[in-house]
């Protein structure tokens, strides 16, 4: 009489999803997810070559999805978002660019006022 054998049972590694990716630009695996509980927008950056992008965060998402979207954006599959930050540095620096860009064009034109006046002269 000889005994039953039993099955041998493989188990299953299940293994869990990476933290740190690799980077499109510069090759490196240093690219992170940061991500704040409550926010709608995570931080996507590369510590090696300071490549950043921000973006959407879905309740169904994990850090895979949002590294798959700033690989798209880097990789110029996908285009960007623009976000607007709250921040009053922010603001304050665009209000200089707009009020630089507006003083440049007034000056430019006063610039090009003679030069097409000398033309209608001669």
């Known amino acids: 009489m000889g005994r039953r054998r039993r099955k041998i049972v493989k188990k299953k590694i299940i293994k869990p999803p990476p933290k740190i990716f690799l980077c499109p630009i510069c090759n490196v695996e240093a690219v992170t997810v940061k991500r704040i509980?409550?926010?709608?927008?995570?931080e996507v950056s590369c510590s090696n070559c300071k490549a950043k992008a921000r973006v959407r965060w879905y309740p169904?998402?994990?850090?895979v999805d949002a590294y798959s979207e700033f690989y798209d954006i880097v990789t110029g599959r996908k285009k960007v978002e623009v976000v607007e930050e709250t921040t009053s540095q922010s603001k304050e620096t665009t209000l200089?660019?707009?009020?630089?860009?507006i003083q440049g064009s007034g000056n430019e034109a006063s610039d090009e006022a003679p030069v097409e006046e000398a033309g209608e002269q001669d």
């Open 37 to 42: 509980k409550g926010e709608e927008y995570v």
């Open 60 to 63: 169904a998402y994990s850090e």
């Open 96 to 101: 200089e660019i707009e009020e630089q860009s």
